[in-house]
């Protein structure tokens, strides 16, 4: 069965910097699609990023980027010039190509200061 | 991507009874996902909900406890059933859309007391 590692419970960044959040699988597929979504105090799942796993290009979103490693099962969200509205949980989820269910990680929480 | 309009947004409810909880999407969509949320907790699928046919539970749910409706390709129901504070949680629907990415409802935070 597919897992989800997210190792950072907690990060916190300041402002105009940038942070780096991981995020690690499990599964012998070759093909299948990863996100990162951003959940605020709102509750409201909010897809920041995706990336096909048979693109060796890193998906871009803004200020949002990731580095996926295929081999090394890994799937990092880059989120540079940090705004204090980035302030959220943010879950990793892996998604196989032969099924419709999104498999999610524990989730970071990110904190930003000013 | 699609839009989906969850209700209630939040509820207290006594042990012992039951809450139905509402997801209409703005367009036609094939599957539908309900997940919950415990407190502090990432999500965890409950159940696809199908148009006519029987909805599809993971490990660990069953249709007594959760059923499910989808009585047509815009709408589904999850009903948490002989609620108890074990079942306080936040429960979303979803809808799967690869090009736009899986849409979420605003979450329903269910509180049992």
């Known amino acids: 069965a597919q897992t989800v590692t997210q190792s950072q419970p907690e990060m916190s960044v300041q402002e105009a910097e940038t942070v780096t959040l991981s995020c690690t699988y499990d599964?012998?597929?070759?093909?299948?699609?990863l996100f990162w979504y951003k959940q605020p105090p709102s509750r409201q799942m909010i897809l920041v990023i995706r990336?096909?796993?048979?693109?060796?290009q890193n998906a871009t979103e803004n200020r949002f980027s990731v580095n996926f490693q295929k081999a090394a099962k890994s799937f990092s969200l880059k989120i540079s010039d940090s705004q204090l509205g980035d302030a959220a949980m943010y879950f990793c989820?892996?998604?196989?190509?032969?099924?419709?269910?999104?498999?999610f990680g524990t989730g970071t929480r990110l904190q930003v200061f000013p | 991507s699609a839009v989906i309009s969850q209700k209630p947004s939040r509820d207290i409810c006594q042990r012992g009874t039951s809450l139905t909880i509402q997801c209409q999407v703005d367009?036609?969509?094939?599957?539908m996902f309900w997940y919950r949320q415990q407190p502090g907790q990432s999500l965890t699928l409950i159940a696809t909900?199908?148009?006519?046919?029987?909805?599809?539970?993971e490990s660990g749910f069953v249709i007594d406890k959760f059923p499910i409706s989808r009585p047509n390709l815009t709408f589904s129901t999850l009903t948490v059933s002989n609620m108890s504070p074990e079942d306080s949680s936040i429960y979303l629907c979803?809808?799967?859309?690869?090009?736009?990415?899986?849409?979420f409802g605003s979450g329903t935070r269910l509180t049992v007391v």
């Open positions: 367009s036609q969509v094939t599957m």
């Open positions: 989820a892996y998604r196989s190509a032969s099924t419709d269910k999104l498999i």
């Open positions: 990336q096909e796993a048979y693109k060796q």
């Open positions: 979803s809808v799967g859309d690869l090009e736009a990415g899986y849409t």
């Open positions: 909900a199908n148009q006519g046919s029987e909805a599809t539970y």
């Open positions: 599964t012998s597929e070759s093909d299948y699609y």
